[in-house]
């Protein structure tokens, strides 16, 4: 089968289309004919070899993806050759033909949904879920801020805070990017790039601030997150690309807090957690992950320059 190996750390162009041996499953194992296959900022990072987790090489790249059931080991009883599933993570990595994944790592896909927006729930929806409900602990009523909204996870989090009754408010850096915000659950909608957000912020929530922020980007907006932020709201850092000074008395005036998280801290009990709910809301139809592009497979390293840019919108897949 083809597949997407690094076999040294560096740039997009360490992305090669190779063939590899097709894995075979052993017990408890479940191999997936990838219909599309979902990229991650992360998967960049590891990339380059400056990531705190480095893998062995050569490795295939990727966490999520969606399509059928090949095979099944031994043991395996939650789903059969033929179901249409997604992945939360996989053995051999998702940038192939075909995946290999433990059993608790494939979810069923409702036919209502496609593969492409299955590709969009692992890491994107499984980051929402437990930045707003697990480590912020976001309550109906409650105003939360999602910094870059119209990218993959903020789209989520936009659709589970309004799925959930909170007020939502998004940023977003292109006109293109406010609307499909507004259009996911957003009751307002502001320009991120804006040098008077925090301003338009404290007017949005009545000189109160935000009881929940998600920040996708902590080294350029943690300070400003600290200005904004409601008396003991909750900041989740869920992405950060560098250092940054603040001043910690704004959190303390505040009660505030400041939440650092990772899907690789995820224990097995709390991701299973996570995808049941995420798998009741797309059966429901309250969650509806939005591609912006589709890319193939062969072309990884160009969605790996796109995942990076800035004017996000929505989910790049590839396509095998």
Same mark, same amino acid.
């Given at each position: 089968?083809?597949?997407?190996?690094?076999?040294?750390?560096?740039?997009?162009?360490?992305?090669?289309?190779?063939?590899?041996? @097709?894995?075979?499953?052993?017990?408890?194992?479940?191999?997936?004919?990838?219909?599309?296959?979902?990229?991650?900022?992360?998967?960049? =990072?590891?990339?380059?070899?400056?990531?705190?987790?480095?893998?062995?090489?050569? =490795?295939?790249?990727?966490?999520?993806? /969606?399509?059928?059931?090949?095979?099944?080991?031994?043991?395996?009883?939650?789903?059969?050759?033929?179901?249409?599933?997604?992945?939360?993570?996989?053995?051999?990595?998702?940038?192939?033909?075909?995946?290999?994944?433990?059993?608790?790592?494939?979810?069923?896909?409702?036919?209502?949904?496609?593969?492409?927006?299955?590709?969009?729930?692992?890491?994107?929806?499984?980051?929402?879920?437990?930045?707003?409900?697990?480590?912020?602990?976001?309550?109906?009523?409650? @105003? *939360?801020?999602?910094?870059?909204?119209?990218?993959?996870?903020? *789209?989520?989090?936009?659709?589970?805070?309004?799925?959930?009754?909170?007020?939502?408010?998004?940023?977003?850096?292109? %006109?293109?990017?406010?609307?499909?915000?507004?259009?996911?659950?957003?009751?307002?909608?502001?320009?991120?790039?804006? /040098?008077?957000?925090? %301003?338009?912020?404290?007017?949005?929530? +009545? +000189?109160?601030?935000?009881?929940?922020?998600?920040?996708?980007?902590?080294?350029?907006?943690?300070?400003?997150?600290?200005?904004?932020?409601?008396? =003991?709201?909750?900041?989740? *850092?869920?992405?950060?690309? +560098?250092?940054?000074?603040?001043?910690?008395?704004?959190?303390?005036?505040?009660?505030? *807090?400041?939440?650092?998280?990772?899907?690789?801290?995820? /224990?097995?009990?709390?991701?299973? %957690?996570?995808?049941?709910?995420?798998?009741?809301?797309?059966?429901?139809?309250?969650?509806?992950?939005?591609?912006?592009?589709?890319?193939?497979?062969?072309?990884?390293?160009?969605?790996?320059?796109?995942?990076?840019?800035?004017?996000?919108?929505?989910?790049?897949?590839?396509?095998?």
């Amino acid at each position: 089968m083809k597949a997407i190996r690094v076999s040294e750390f560096g740039g997009p162009e360490k992305l090669v289309l190779t063939e590899v041996p @097709t894995p075979e499953p052993a017990a408890g194992q479940v191999l997936v004919a990838m219909h599309a296959v979902g990229v991650n900022p992360v998967e960049t =990072y590891i990339r380059t070899g400056t990531y705190p987790r480095k893998p062995a090489l050569p =490795y295939t790249p990727g966490m999520d993806g /969606a399509g059928k059931v090949l095979s099944v080991g031994a043991g395996v009883i939650s789903v059969r050759p033929g179901d249409r599933v997604y992945l939360s993570g996989t053995l051999s990595g998702s940038y192939a033909e075909q995946a290999l994944c433990a059993e608790a790592q494939v979810h069923p896909l409702p036919e209502s949904v496609s593969y492409e927006q299955g590709a969009a729930m692992g890491v994107p929806y499984a980051t929402a879920y437990r930045a707003l409900f697990h480590k912020a602990r976001l309550q109906p009523g409650e @105003t *939360v801020l999602v910094h870059g909204a119209s990218g993959g996870v903020g *789209v989520a989090a936009v659709q589970l805070a309004h799925a959930l009754g909170a007020k939502v408010i998004g940023t977003a850096g292109t %006109e293109r990017g406010r609307k499909l915000v507004l259009d996911n659950g957003a009751g307002k909608v502001l320009d991120h790039g804006a /040098a008077n957000l925090p %301003e338009q912020v404290l007017s949005a929530t +009545g +000189g109160q601030g935000p009881d929940v922020i998600l920040e996708m980007l902590a080294d350029k907006n943690l300070a400003r997150d600290l200005d904004m932020i409601a008396k =003991y709201g909750r900041i989740v *850092v869920i992405g950060n690309r +560098g250092s940054i000074e603040i001043n910690p008395r704004l959190a303390m005036g505040k009660d505030a *807090v400041i939440y650092g998280m990772t899907l690789f801290n995820v /224990a097995p009990p709390e991701m299973a %957690e996570i995808h049941a709910a995420l798998g009741e809301g797309l059966a429901k139809g309250s969650l509806r992950p939005v591609i912006g592009e589709k890319i193939p497979l062969a072309e990884a390293a160009r969605a790996h320059q796109a995942v990076m840019q800035p004017g996000s919108y929505g989910k790049i897949v590839l396509i095998p």
